[in-house]
């Protein structure tokens, strides 16, 4: 598994400190089902991500939704389990984070993502 920094270079905050990078379709449909909470300061990364649903999750969710030029078009703050997010087409990544870590993220910031090192993430 590969992890990374998620920071809104916008507001000069972390969303995420560690976040899990699901790259491949099972672990992006996979992604945090069966969970049982998402700690602060971790995260899900999906990319590519257009849509999101919480079938099987146990806790709300915010979820950031960039563009292919690393801005936010869409922040959906304290999804509830067992919901559909909306499809949005042309999505570079969404950002699955615990509820509330999303709170000062608007559209049309800038997001990025750091890769951490091997070591880092053992």
């Known amino acids: 598994m590969r992890y990374v920094r998620v920071i809104n270079r916008t507001r000069n905050t972390i969303l995420a400190e560690r976040a899990e990078l699901a790259t ?4 992006r449909f996979w992604g945090l089902m069966g969970r049982r909470d998402l ?25 950031v939704h960039v563009d292919k030029r690393d801005r ?14 909306p499809l949005f087409v042309g999505g570079k990544r969404a950002i699955e984070l615990p509820g509330g870590a999303a709170s000062d993220t608007q559209p049309g910031d800038e997001v990025d993502t750091e890769e951490l090192e091997p070591a880092a993430s053992a």
Request: no cysteine; charged share 10%; aromatic share 14%.
């Open 39 to 63: 700690p602060p300061g971790s995260g899900l990364v999906l990319q590519p991500g257009g849509g999101i649903h919480m079938w099987f999750m146990r806790f709300p969710l915010d979820v």
């Open 72 to 85: 936010v078009t869409h922040v959906l703050r304290g999804i509830k389990p067992w919901r559909f997010g």
């Open 24 to 27: 491949s379709h099972w672990s």
